[in-house]
C-alpha cells in the first residue's frame, strides 16, 4: 500500500510514499520503547542542545520546507515560511526553558526534605492533522524530546513528505535513533496503536470523531490523552471598538491558513449599531483579497486541501443560504484546476444554519448582531466548542467582563487568536482538553513525582 501527495493548487499527484508494513512498523515500536530509557537519562542539557540544533536546521532548510508545505497542503508561500518560522522559534523556546522547567520544585512539608520530581512517561503517541503539517508536530515534539519522551508520530495521509522531513530534522539535529520517528500507516492502525503497551500516552489534534475514538481506546487502556479538536471561534466587535483595525483583523482572522485552522475567527458577532458599517468594511477587504497560485507571493489566499473539504463547505454556504441567510460574496464553485473556494461573506444567518452551529473550515464569514453586551456574550457562548474567542472593545470593563465569561481556552482582546511558545493552548468543551506550549503543555506528559525524606 501507499500514500500519495497532492497538490491541491492542481489536483495533480506530486509523490507515492510506501506504508509500513506490519514488521517494518514492529521494528520501529521496538526501538522506541528500548531505546526511550536511555534517552530519558541524559542530562536535559544534552537534549536541549540538539532541540537548538533542530532550529538551526529548520533556519537552513526554510526554503525548501516551505515550499513543501504549500506543494502538498496548498498554503500560501509565505504563510509555510512563517510556520517554519515558528517551529524554529518553539525549539529554540525549550531548549532554553526545558533544565528550568524540569527542575525539582522543592516544598515545605512535615519531612526533612520534600520536593517535586519531573521525570519523562515514555513512548508518545502523536496524531496529528495536513493543516498546520510542521507546526501542530513541533509544538508537541519540542517539549515532548526535551524532557525524555520518545516521539512516535502518524500524521495525515495527504502530507506524508512533511511527516518524513520533519523526522530528517531531528535526525540531523543529532537526536539518537528511536527518539521520534514517523509512520506511515492509515489511520485505523494508529488507532490500534493506543493499546500497545509500548506506548505510554497519546496526543491527538483533529477532528471531533477522531478525538472521540482516540479518548475511547486511551481511556480503555488507562493511558494519558491530550487532545485538541475543532472550534468554532467567535470574533466579537463591540460598539465601541475600532472598527477598521477589528475588520482588517477579522478577514485575516478568517482566512488565515485559507480558513482551514481551529483557532481561525469563524463567527463574527458584532453590536448592532455598528453592523452595518462593519459589514461593509469586511465585505470590502473580503473583496480586495487576491485568489489564486499559493507559491505566488501576491496570493492571499489559495486552495482547500483536499476536494472533499471544498465540497462540504460549499453544501454548509448551500444549507444557510436555503435556511434564510443572505450572501453578499463568493459562495459559487470556480472553474478551473485546483480545490479554491472564494472568499464568502454571509449576513443574516439563522442561528439554527450550518454557519452558525457547525465548524466550517474554510474562507466563510458569517455575521450575526447582537442587541448588547449581554446577546453577544450569549451568543459567542452558544457552540459546543470552546478553543479561542476574540472581542474588541476600547472599554476595559468590557473586555474583563469578557475575559471573565468567555467559555474558551483563550481570549484575545483587540488582537487575533494565535498560538505562542509560552502561553498554553487547548480548548474546553468539546475542543477538547489538556494543553500545549508553555511549562504547562511540557508537564502534560510527564510523571510528577513526589519525594518525601524523612530524617
Avoid at 525548501?64 to 517551529?87: I, N, P
Avoid at 473583496?287 to 471544498?310: K, S
Avoid at 473550515?361 to 474567542?389: C, I, M, Y
Avoid at 481556552?409 to 498560538?419: D, E, I, K, L, R
Wanted: a negative charge; charged letters at 25%; aromatic letters at 8%.
Amino acid at each position: 500500500m501507499s500514500m500519495k501527495s497532492v497538490n491541491p493548487a492542481s489536483g495533480q499527484v506530486l509523490n507515492e510514499y510506501p506504508t509500513l508494513s506490519e514488521p517494518e512498523l514492529e521494528s520501529r515500536l521496538v526501538l522506541a520503547f528500548e531505546s526511550q530509557p536511555a534517552f530519558a537519562r541524559l542530562p536535559v542539557e544534552r537534549r536541549a542542545a540538539w532541540l537548538a540544533r533542530a532550529a538551526d536546521r529548520l533556519h537552513e532548510r526554510r526554503l525548501e520546507l516551505g515550499r513543501l508545505m504549500t506543494s502538498e497542503m496548498g498554503k500560501t508561500f509565505g504563510a509555510s515560511l512563517a510556520e517554519v518560522d515558528k517551529c524554529e522559534w518553539v525549539c529554540r523556546y525549550y531548549a532554553e526553558n526545558g533544565a528550568a522547567f524540569l527542575a525539582d520544585e522543592r516544598v515545605e512539608s512535615a519531612a526533612r526534605e520534600s520536593r517535586v520530581r519531573f521525570q519523562s512517561l515514555g513512548v508518545i503517541l502523536a496524531i496529528m492533522p495536513w493543516n498546520f503539517p510542521f507546526w501542530q508536530v513541533f509544538r508537541f515534539a519540542a517539549p515532548a524530546l526535551v524532557a525524555g519522551n520518545a516521539g512516535l508520530l502518524k500524521h495525515a495521509s495527504n502530507v506524508p513528505g512533511c511527516a518524513l522531513a520533519i523526522e530528517s530534522v531531528f535526525r540531523e539535529a543529532g537526536f539518537p535513533d528511536g527518539a521520534f520517528q514517523s509512520l506511515l500507516i492509515a489511520a485505523p492502525r494508529a488507532e490500534t496503536l493506543v493499546g500497545d503497551e509500548r506506548i505510554a500516552a497519546v496526543t491527538l489534534t483533529g477532528s471531533e470523531p477522531a478525538g472521540r475514538a482516540v479518548a475511547r481506546a486511551a481511556g480503555q487502556h488507562l493511558k494519558k490523552s491530550v487532545l485538541e479538536l475543532g472550534g468554532s471561534d467567535p470574533f466579537v466587535v463591540l460598539e465601541d471598538a475600532d472598527l477598521e483595525r477589528a475588520a482588517q483583523t477579522a478577514v485575516k482572522a478568517r482566512i488565515i491558513n485559507n480558513g482551514q485552522s481551529c483557532i481561525a475567527a469563524k463567527r463574527f458577532i458584532v453590536a448592532r449599531a455598528v453592523a452595518d458599517e462593519f459589514e461593509s468594511l469586511l465585505l470590502r477587504h473580503m473583496r480586495d483579497l487576491t485568489v489564486g497560485d499559493p507559491m505566488r507571493p501576491d496570493t492571499d489566499l489559495g486552495p482547500l486541501a483536499t476536494p472533499a473539504i471544498r465540497a462540504e463547505l460549499h453544501e454548509q454556504v448551500e444549507r444557510s443560504v436555503a435556511a434564510g441567510a443572505r450572501l453578499l460574496t463568493g459562495g459559487s464553485l470556480p472553474d478551473g484546476p485546483g480545490f479554491y473556494y472564494p472568499p464568502t461573506l454571509l449576513v443574516d444567518v439563522p442561528l439554527d444554519s450550518p454557519a452558525a452551529v457547525e465548524e466550517t473550515f474554510g474562507p466563510v464569514a458569517p455575521v450575526f448582531r447582537a442587541s448588547d453586551t449581554r446577546e453577544a456574550l450569549a451568543l459567542a457562548n452558544s457552540t459546543e466548542f470552546g478553543l479561542g474567542a476574540a472581542v474588541w472593545t476600547r472599554n476595559r470593563a468590557s473586555a474583563d467582563r469578557f475575559i471573565d465569561e468567555l467559555q474558551a481556552g483563550s481570549v484575545f482582546v483587540n488582537g487575533m487568536v494565535a498560538s505562542d511558545p509560552r502561553l498554553p493552548f487547548g480548548g474546553i468543551k468539546r475542543s477538547g482538553y489538556g494543553r500545549e506550549l508553555a511549562i504547562y503543555g511540557l508537564r502534560e506528559f510527564l510523571n510528577v513525582k513526589t519525594v518525601w525524606i524523612g530524617e
